[in-house]
């Protein structure tokens, strides 16, 4: 009997020592569906309600290739995010109205405007947006590099170019021969659009002698003129590709003609004239410190200071603007692409390519020596001449034409996201809580 009280007592000890044990393990009680909807709150699985009067804004960052760019910031006053490896961004609970996006990569840094709509998923004003070669400023896709064309193709001179002009898919470029073999001289050299072939020199009588000057420095073109200026006060007028004419009318440092009318550099003023250069007007008010260009309407485009000033005439008066104001540095020349509405200045080692209206648009690099002349063609087409550091490279480098065309935002975040907002949903976006910041 005492055995089994002692053994009694060791089992009422187990068993108060094990439920002692895992009093806090136990097993969760299951209520019925009715109870929980009482006593436990369900937590939302969305993300909060749009705020009225926000949007959002979508797009993507790229570089001068059109690539993706990743790691870039991008904010709207207090709201930013960094872009994903594809270089997509989304910026959320915008106000609605014009805002400006900075955007911010290592230490360069661009902005773009766009207009924000409320509860609407909308993109910058220019989308893609791209990072020029130098970083600053300018936004869309550069022009691409097409082709590369030696100056000097013959054996007698030493051709370095020092301006261009092209038509009818035929490049002209001025060049001058400063170590002549036989003279110091200047000429008017002809090459195809497209490779650079059927090279001529149409400056030349009997294959050696040269009469234009070795300052011979601009030259423009029409369906029936090549016109060409020099700084010792001559004009050269090869007329329907014959011989070249002289005339002792006053020289220029460029020339530009459009319309009917030519116009030709002369100190810092721009000088309204004939092909031959005889009968000069001032343009009034007009000032330059570099090349000029001109469009099909006649209207005449100035380099003057760090700015383009044009200058529109009228049966009564002459209007002349400053058509762009910033985002130049140290321009040299200007040309007008009329078909796609842009305006290209060569500035410094850069092209920047602007709106009509002198928005800055791009920025790329030239793959120059020393760039002084730009041209475009009918199709808008660029061309730039590279004087080089000698007559073995200087050359004329060719880009395709600008596009007003915005490669399409269509990854499926993109999509998903307008259709939801274009519905009145909120889209879920699972990434927002690690990529997206408040910018202090």
């Not at 207090?78 to 997509?88: E, H, K, L």
């Not at 008066?317 to 692409?337: C, H, Q, R, W, Y």
């Amino acid at each position: 009997m005492k055995l089994n009280k002692i053994t009694a007592f060791f089992l009422a000890s187990a068993f108060l020592c094990f439920a002692s044990c895992n009093k806090g393990n136990s097993s969760p009680v299951y209520y019925p569906s009715t109870q929980i909807a009482d006593s436990i709150p369900v937590q939302p699985t969305i993300a909060p309600p749009v705020v009225t009067g926000m949007g959002s804004v979508l797009g993507r960052v790229v570089d001068p290739t059109g690539k993706g760019l990743k790691d870039v910031a991008v904010s709207i006053k207090n709201v930013g995010i960094i872009t994903s490896f594809t270089g997509d961004f989304q910026l959320n609970n915008i106000p609605a109205g014009n805002q400006i996006i900075s955007l911010k990569y290592g230490n360069r840094e661009i902005t773009v405007g766009v207009n924000v709509v409320a509860d609407t998923a909308v993109s910058p004003e220019l989308n893609p947006v791209q990072f020029s070669n130098n970083g600053t400023n300018g936004s869309g896709i550069a022009n691409t590099q097409l082709q590369t064309f030696q100056v000097d193709q013959d054996f007698l001179n030493q051709w370095q170019a020092k301006s261009v002009a092209v038509l009818n898919n035929l490049i002209y470029v001025i060049a001058t021969d400063a170590n002549g073999f036989l003279t110091q001289k200047g000429t008017i050299i002809r090459m195809d659009a497209d490779t650079g072939k059927t090279w001529k020199d149409l400056g030349t009588k009997w294959y050696v002698r040269h009469p234009m000057d070795k300052t011979v420095a601009g030259i423009a073109v029409n369906s029936s003129n090549i016109i060409a200026v020099d700084t010792k006060g001559s004009i050269y007028n090869v007329e329907a590709n014959k011989a070249v004419a002289t005339y002792k009318s006053g020289g220029g440092t460029d020339i530009a003609i459009g319309g009917s009318s030519v116009y030709i550099v002369n100190g810092s003023n721009v000088e309204k004239t004939d092909p031959t250069g005889q009968s000069r007007v001032a343009v009034k008010n007009l000032t330059v410190s570099g090349g000029i260009g001109a469009d099909a309407k006649g209207n005449v485009y100035a380099v003057s200071g760090k700015t383009i000033k044009k200058a529109e005439f009228s049966s009564i008066t002459t209007n002349v603007t400053d058509v762009i104001k910033d985002g130049l540095v140290s321009p040299v020349d200007v040309a007008v692409d009329d078909k796609n509405n842009f305006i290209y200045v060569l500035d410094g080692s850069d092209i920047k390519r602007f709106s009509a209206e002198g928005v800055l648009v791009s920025t790329f690099g030239t793959s120059c020596i020393k760039p002084v002349s730009i041209a475009t063609d009918e199709n808008g087409q660029i061309f730039v001449a590279d004087e080089g550091k000698d007559y073995k490279t200087s050359k004329i480098v060719k880009f395709a034409a600008g596009s007003n065309v915005i490669p399409q935002f269509q990854n499926q975040d993109y999509v998903k996201a307008a259709q939801s907002l274009d519905n009145g949903e909120v889209p879920l976006d699972e990434t927002a809580s690690s990529d997206e910041e408040t910018v202090q």
